[in-house]
């Protein structure tokens, strides 16, 4: 049970689809059709991405009038999301930089 749960959530967090869709709601909470914008994906792929989220718990909607607004669940995904900035750049930088220069 524990290890589909890990697995659910670290494809989740792997998919560059919501990769895009997480990375524009950092700045700010936004709506569909600014998710759009943001991303350049199209409806379809961005409604089934919110989707995976929400169900993993990444992201939270509120209704505002007609929209729905959707933001980072700021208690256990924006403080990942900052323990992964740190560790990419204290341990990663280097092997991607090593990488794009054997292109």
């Known amino acids: 049970m524990i290890k589909r749960a890990y697995d ?4 989740t967090l792997a998919n560059m689809n919501r990769l895009k869709i997480i990375s524009s709601l950092r700045r ?13 994906l199209n409806q379809t792929t961005v409604s089934h991405n919110l ?6 718990g990444f992201v939270t909607v509120e209704q505002k009038g007609r929209y729905r607004y959707y933001q980072l669940n700021k208690e256990t ?3 990942l999301l900052d323990i992964i900035d740190k560790h990419v750049k204290n341990n990663c930088r280097n092997v991607i930089a090593k990488k794009n220069r054997q292109r």
């Open 8 to 11: 659910l959530f670290l494809t």
């Open 28 to 40: 700010k909470n936004l709506n569909v059709g600014e998710i759009l914008t943001e991303t350049g």
């Open 51 to 56: 989707n995976r989220l929400k169900t993993c």
């Open 77 to 79: 995904i924006t403080p």
